[in-house]
């Protein structure tokens, strides 16, 4: 059987192709966790990382976790339940920093010094059960608030560090110092699928990007302007290039009021345009699957509109495309599936609340009928370099999702035609959204 044939084939296999809706509503998950009483005893969860296995690890300051003893760090099933015999004991409830090792270990840091009666100030590793793992003694010691490990090993981390005196610095996979670079602070990491590391900072140089080495990466150079709180929030895009936020006011010398898109070599990208952005600062950003953009903060408003509370989907061009009744979200991780993970303080949604985590769902309620929509009509089918496109009412945006129902093309577009060049050849289901609503359409790429 040919490989165009096979493809042919495959778009009758509904299950080959899980869609994720363009443009769905969220609401709350109320799978997620049912009846239990979340964290307490501290200030609230500051960060999650997700492990491959679905399991959410949640660092911040707490003591509780559904009546549980815990203190800044825990585990979660899927469906939001204690993993019990994941229980490293900290003595202090202080770990806002937490990064999973692509061989299951757990990178911690914070503001502890002594983890399962051991002394380790502020950095810590545990094995994927918990325990304290043995081969990783840092020479670095203080308060840390970002950790990340580069695939060489090496660990980077930034926050108050009394020994060496530093805002940042690099170990060994063992713990060993290797280098200080020239930077005040980090507080926010991102390791990318190169393996350099995106690090941003409320202190100079705001944003930066570190070699495996452990060296800066002269290549990449982004010049930001603020008066307080530089860049909080980091968000990665397939492409390379990076959504930031924070409390800046510019990015190389353009207006950016605590939100912008950079290039991969931290450029400003001015085809992310928030006009008068925001009033307050970005705390998180996530993408969705559909390419629009999730962002939490302490903000009010949006280019001179009123909001409805502190969380807002923007569209990949930086367009308003609502606004939630929600406040007090520090982090926000979107799984697998589409559910989407926020933490922070007492969180609130919509008039529900919960303290520390919650999981928001695509609403299935949303939206109607392609049938009632009018069909969306594509040719050529297979198509090689453009697809034109026909039922189309106006402007529009577009998503392309593979056979795994991932983002892998976005985009908006005013007249009958998308560019499908870049594209492997495969499978694919384009969403469109324009005027009449959302529809979609199944398309080959020869």
């Not at 603020?226 to 990015?251: C, E, K, N, Y």
């Amino acid at each position: 059987m040919n490989a165009l044939r096979t493809l042919l084939l495959g778009l009758v296999l509904p299950a080959i192709f899980p869609v994720k809706a363009f443009g769905q509503d969220l609401v709350v998950d109320l799978s997620f966790n049912p009846g239990g009483t979340n964290f307490a005893g501290g200030l609230g969860v500051l960060t999650l990382a997700l492990q491959p296995d679905g399991k959410i690890l949640c660092g911040g300051f707490y003591q509780v976790y559904n009546g549980v003893p815990r203190t800044g760090i825990c585990r979660l099933h899927p469906d939001g339940t204690l993993d019990l015999p994941f229980d490293p004991v900290l003595n202090s409830s202080a770990c806002p920093a937490v990064f999973v090792q692509t061989n299951g270990h757990i990178l911690i840091g914070g503001g502890f010094t002594v983890v399962d009666g051991e002394l380790h100030t502020g950095l810590a590793r545990l094995d994927p059960f918990g325990n304290v793992d043995q081969s990783f003694l840092s020479q670095a010691a203080g308060k840390f608030h970002t950790v990340a490990v580069a695939p060489n090993g090496r660990v980077f981390g930034g926050g108050t560090i009394s020994s060496p005196m530093a805002g940042y610095v690099v170990l060994y996979a063992d713990g060993g110092l290797n280098t200080q670079p020239p930077v005040s602070s980090a507080d926010q990491q991102v390791l990318q699928p190169d393996g350099r590391i995106l690090v941003g900072s409320r202190d100079w140089p705001y944003l930066f990007r570190m070699e495996q080495d452990g060296f800066l990466d002269p290549t990449f150079s982004s010049s930001i302007t603020t008066a307080f709180d530089g860049v909080l929030a980091l968000h990665l895009m397939a492409d390379g290039r990076a959504m930031i936020g924070g409390g800046f006011s510019a990015v190389d010398g353009q207006p950016r009021s605590r939100i912008a898109r950079v290039s991969s070599t931290g450029s400003l990208d001015p085809s992310f345009d928030p006009g008068t952005g925001f009033d307050q600062d970005v705390t998180a950003i996530e993408e969705l699957p559909d390419g629009d953009l999730l962002v939490a903060g302490w903000f009010t408003s949006y280019n001179g509109v009123a909001l409805n509370g502190s969380l807002v989907r923007l569209a990949p061009d930086g367009a308003l495309v609502t606004s939630y009744a929600a406040s007090n979200i520090l982090d926000i991780q979107l799984q697998p599936d589409g559910k989407v993970l926020l933490s922070g303080g007492v969180i609130s949604f919509n008039g529900t609340q919960r303290s520390g985590i919650m999981r928001l769902m695509p609403d299935p309620g949303t939206g109607m009928s392609e049938a009632a929509l009018g069909a969306l009509k594509v040719w050529p089918n297979p198509v090689s370099h453009v697809l034109h496109l026909a039922g189309i009412e106006g402007p529009y945006r577009y998503v392309v999702l593979d056979g795994m129902g991932r983002t892998v093309l976005t985009g908006s577009g005013a007249g009958t035609a998308l560019y499908a060049g870049t594209l492997p050849v495969g499978a694919y289901t384009l969403e469109v959204r324009d005027a009449r609503g959302v529809r979609r359409a199944r398309i080959i790429k020869a």
